[in-house]
């Protein structure tokens, strides 16, 4: 009779184990779609045997008493993880990298029908006017042609280069973004940390939900940057970020905003490594590191965002006589800036030859004093840029200095000097490396508004006429004709084949459609590895709805085996009762 009652239990037990396995696999079905979601097996084992009498020849004689759920697996593959977060994060980086070099080829609109190159070298463009220009310097039609091309050339730099600008600020709000989803999923980890460290200190539950959460996370994560991280005894997690500690048992270290007050940029750094008092910030990023693969150091969206859109607006004095390594360190390393740079670096030096064949200059021989416009008394060392004025050519009016066509916002092109000698210079305003409003770049030049007014100013005449009359100047026609085809610009501190404007402008577009292909081609690569480990994942952690319902079948047969079973021992002792009542 004992052992019959007991079997009642042997067979509840068989109840309770199946029904809890249906309850698993019921839970798994119901998230087969949950992003993140890690499917629980469900492992049997069984009971504690009672031995009731050992026989030296036989073995001992046990009864057992059924079966329980030894353990319900949440498996993850730590290394496909590893790997998975690696690849995502490389992902990051080059896809948000070829999106700015994207947006890049899209200003200039080389892809989409008008290209800035039209405006520059095409027949309707820059260089076809002054072609029309030197056939027939004096000619208004000509000259008006020029003003008209210029101002268009003019516009359009301006409007590539203001879109480089516009789309710099926007790389800057999406890392202002991109720090805020940082710091909340670290604080995240940090809530989900303590609620599992509570749930699983009894050492009974397993908070696999949670899990999942915290996982979905550090994958996200891993999109914006380097990180890596442990688990400790009690169940929380360690991260760090870019090799710091982000995460720890208690505190989330989070990632402030250094604001430029000048472009509004923002630069990502540790606020807890930082001394704000003495204006000391540990910077989470050091930006003058070559990056590779090879370094390990290609990896995050925050990352790629602070490259591509560098620390400033560039213009053509961060190219202008930089060294390979410094070219490396800044504007090698920015999409954007490099870009600026190059782009104004053209128009500088486009702007800056027209201008010096308009109105030339010499280096004075000797010290020159005097007394400017305003009245005041100046002084100018030996070898200062002066007006050539016995060899420039003049307007219509015949008077100097002749107009430049390119002005600049800040100043004029010369300052009027009468020297204590009684001779009148004109005394060259040099470009003022500190202040943008004195330089020939593109956010500070415009048309000569005289020559706006009047055309016929443009210098397209000698000085030397007779009775009156101001003879063409061909040479100086020829001259900026030929300016065309004068190889004397470089690309870049690493290009050492000297080019034309139009070389130039080549090259440019050149290396940044090779960027784009070369960039374009790693993200796919590495976000299809990235894809076919997450495949190889899934395998592990995914939810099959075949296999559960496989499952739950199984499950089902054995609680309906049991559910007989006992029903078989329920009659079985009810006929023993009966039958000795």
Not at 121 to 144: H, I, S
Not at 455 to 470: H, R, V
Request: charged fraction near 25%; charge should be negative; hydrophobic fraction near 35%.
């Amino acid at each position: 009779m004992a052992n019959s009652m007991g079997s009642l239990f042997i067979g509840e037990s068989g109840l309770k184990t199946s029904q809890n396995a249906l309850n698993a696999t019921a839970n798994n079905f119901a998230n087969v779609d949950t992003k993140g979601y890690v499917r629980e097996r469900v492992l049997q084992e069984d009971r504690h045997y009672d031995t009731f009498s050992r026989t030296p020849a036989i073995g001992p004689s046990q009864a057992g008493l059924g079966v329980a759920i030894g353990d319900v697996i949440h498996a993850r593959d730590i290394f496909l993880d590893k790997t998975f977060r690696t690849q995502w994060g490389r992902s990051g980086f080059y896809s948000t990298t070829f999106e700015a070099i994207a947006e890049i080829q899209t200003l200039f609109q080389e892809l989409e029908g008008t290209a800035f190159q039209d405006a520059l070298l095409g027949e309707n463009g820059l260089r076809g006017a002054f072609e029309e220009y030197a056939k027939n310097p004096a000619n208004e039609v000509n000259q008006n042609l020029v003003i008209q091309k210029s101002s268009l050339f003019i516009s359009r730099a301006k409007a590539v280069y203001t879109g480089l600008k516009k789309y710099q600020s926007n790389l800057n709000q999406q890392m202002s973004d991109t720090i805020d989803d940082i710091n909340e999923i670290g604080d995240k980890i940090r809530e989900l940390n303590l609620q599992i460290m509570k749930i699983e200190t009894g050492g009974i539950e397993t908070a696999m939900d949670l899990r999942d959460q915290r996982d979905l996370l550090l994958d996200e994560l891993a999109r914006y940057g380097d990180i890596n991280y442990k688990e400790l005894a009690n169940g929380i997690v360690k991260v760090n970020f870019e090799n710091v500690t982000f995460v720890d048992e208690t505190h989330v270290y989070e990632i402030g905003k250094q604001m430029d007050e000048e472009t509004g940029f923002i630069t990502p750094y540790w606020t807890h490594l930082s001394n704000l008092e003495k204006e000391q910030y540990y910077k989470v990023y050091d930006t003058t590191q070559e990056i590779s693969t090879a370094k390990k150091n290609d990896i995050g969206s925050l990352k790629a965002l602070l490259l591509a859109r560098g620390d400033k607006h560039a213009n053509y004095l961060d190219l202008d006589g930089v060294s390979m390594e410094q070219y490396d360190k800044t504007l090698g390393n920015s999409v954007m800036m490099n870009v600026e740079a190059e782009l104004d670096m053209l128009v500088h030096t486009i702007v800056t030859k027209i201008n010096d064949l308009l109105a030339p200059n010499i280096a004075s021989n000797t010290a020159i004093s005097g007394t400017d416009e305003n009245g005041n008394k100046v002084t100018f060392a030996a070898g200062t840029k002066i007006l050539d004025t016995e060899n420039c050519c003049v307007g219509a009016d015949g008077s100097l200095p002749p107009q430049e066509l390119f002005e600049r916002t800040g100043c004029s092109r010369y300052t009027k000097v009468l020297g204590d000698d009684g001779v009148t210079y004109y005394v060259y305003n040099e470009e003022d490396p500190t202040d943008t409003a004195n330089q020939y770049t593109i956010g500070s030049i415009h048309i000569n508004p005289k020559l706006l007014e009047s055309e016929s100013l443009l210098p397209a005449y000698l000085q030397n006429g007779k009775d009156g009359e101001l003879p063409e100047a061909i040479e100086l026609g020829k001259a900026l004709e030929a300016l065309w085809n004068n190889d004397t610009m470089f690309l870049s501190p690493h290009d050492t084949t000297p080019c034309t404007f139009g070389e130039f402008y080549g090259k440019m577009i050149g290396e940044i459609a090779t960027l784009g292909s070369v960039f374009g081609s790693t993200a796919s690569g590495l976000e299809g590895t990235a894809l076919a480990t997450d495949n190889a994942r899934q395998q592990v952690i995914g939810v099959s709805s075949d296999e559960e319902l496989t499952n739950m079948i199984k499950f089902q047969n054995a609680y309906n085996a049991s559910s007989r079973f006992i029903n078989v021992i329920n009659e079985m002792i009810e006929t023993l009762i009966y039958q000795m009542g």
